[in-house]
């Protein structure tokens, strides 16, 4: 059973930037499928953006495209997301998410539950 430990968040000004790590024990990162959710408080859980177990396919929301990077280093087992241009709105705790996927498979999931491992998260606050 995989195991994820998220880092990287603070508090930054807007427009700044973090850098946020997930790192995974008990299970081999080339064979899940990894995406990033936000909550902020009193709101639904929302979907950031994922990577394929390849590293070749991402998908983001809208809401941070074009801003946010994600990335996976397969060989080190761990995920990140860069997060460049940041609003006050994107403050949350940032959790990461895993999926196995079938051999041969590679695909990236957005859905909350389509991921069964996940992270304590960590806390990112932006200020104005």
């Known amino acids: 059973q995989v195991q994820l430990v998220e880092s990287g968040g603070g508090l930054v000004q807007a427009g700044g930037s973090l850098r946020l790590s997930c790192a995974a024990s008990g299970g081999t990162f080339g064979r899940y499928c990894v995406g990033w959710f936000r909550q902020a408080p009193g709101k639904e859980r929302e979907f950031v953006a994922a990577?394929?177990?390849?590293?070749?396919?991402?998908h983001a929301a809208d809401s941070v495209k074009g801003r946010f990077t994600i990335s996976k280093d397969n060989a080190k087992n761990t995920v990140y997301l860069q997060m460049n241009s940041l609003k006050p709105e994107d403050t949350a705790l940032y959790l990461c998410?895993?999926?196995?996927?079938?051999?041969?498979?590679?695909?990236?999931?957005?859905?909350?539950?389509?991921?069964?491992?996940w992270g304590q998260g960590t806390q990112v606050t932006v200020s104005s």
């Open positions: 998410a895993a999926r196995g996927v079938g051999f041969g498979m590679d695909y990236v999931s957005t859905g909350r539950n389509e991921y069964a491992y």
């Open positions: 990577i394929s177990s390849s590293g070749r396919s991402a």
